[in-house]
């Protein structure tokens, strides 16, 4: 459930883009909000909000919603109502819409399986975040699938956690990602190839020019589960998540392969990076791990 009013109209709410023809206004700029909610267009109801201003309280709740729900949900207007209805006050004005969403999250991945995609599936999710970037370099804006000429198959919408890695000449040029699985495969993929190229702090931010010569690698991954011990990491099988005293960070599985790491090596720079002392992994500290179905664009 998603609580929110929608229009707030009058200088009351320092909201008056029209003096004319209120009550007709106030609804038509509504429905166009609500257009891009009935289609489940997160992006296109974000960008109408920015873009006209309209003053819905609750517009972040509703767009974290709409990342959440996948392509077969239906939406069911049930009422559109304004407070204007009933005191018969316009200039000041707040306006009301409920709906009902209707259909099936699918499932979180709970255990790697190599045949949950396809090689035609991580080929085209390279692409996807390979022209997501292209897109936004040259746009100034994140894109919507349509925008990018992809197929989404079936198993792009999984519901799984994603890390988009950048490399540049072999060396790492930007890392984010989700570890809980909550939304499309194919959305995080969108989100995050963006957030590695401009929004990973410790390097400057990835320019147009340099997309020629930028490797894209994406982990998909399963829900984290909690272990009891350090003991029961498996390296290059698990992710690791560390977490003491409201620190935490996040290793992929292949990061201690690649650095050839040891257990104690692979904790103690976790630790490290989670802002707490080398050895705080030894005592009072909890773990989950995940696993990953790694490809990239220098895979044979």
């Not at 207007?77 to 306006?95: A, I, M, P, R």
């Not at 005293?245 to 790491?261: D, K, M």
């Not at 773990?287 to 664009?297: G, H, P, R």
Request: some cysteine; charged content about 25%; proline content about 3%.
């Amino acid at each position: 459930m998603v609580s929110s009013d929608f229009t707030h109209f009058g200088s009351r709410f320092g909201f008056k883009p029209f003096n004319s023809n209120i009550k007709e206004n106030i609804k038509n700029i509504d429905f166009k909000a609500f257009k891009y909610i009935e289609t489940l267009d997160q992006k296109g109801f974000m960008d109408y909000c920015h873009e006209s201003s309209i003053t819905i309280c609750g517009k972040n709740p509703i767009s974290i919603l709409l990342a959440m729900l996948n392509k077969d949900f239906k939406v069911t207007l049930l009422k559109y109502s304004t407070s204007g209805e009933l005191t018969g006050d316009y200039n000041n004005c707040v306006s009301y819409i409920s709906c009902v969403f209707s259909g099936n999250f699918q499932s979180a991945v709970k255990n790697t399986n190599e045949e949950v995609l396809t090689e035609s599936d991580r080929k085209e999710l390279l692409k996807l975040v390979r022209k997501t970037l292209e897109f936004y370099f040259t746009k100034n804006k994140t894109p919507n699938v349509s925008d990018l000429d992809i197929q989404v198959t079936l198993a792009m919408e999984t519901i799984m956690g994603a890390f988009v890695t950048l490399h540049k000449h072999g060396d790492l040029r930007g890392c984010i990602g989700e570890i809980v699985p909550r939304r499309a495969l194919y959305k995080a993929c969108i989100d995050h190839a963006i957030n590695s190229a401009v929004n990973d702090y410790r390097f400057s931010g990835v320019t147009l020019n340099e997309l020629k010569e930028i490797e894209f690698e994406i982990s998909a991954l399963t829900a984290p589960k909690p272990v009891a011990s350090y003991d029961e990491i498996i390296l290059g099988k698990h992710g690791i998540v560390l977490e003491k005293n409201g620190r935490s960070a996040v290793f992929l599985p292949q990061v201690a392969p690649e650095q050839h790491w040891d257990l104690a090596t692979t904790l103690t720079h976790l630790a490290m990076k989670a802002g707490l002392a080398p050895d705080a992994w030894k005592e009072n500290c909890s773990f989950e791990v995940f696993e990953a179905i790694v490809f990239s664009e220098n895979d044979k």
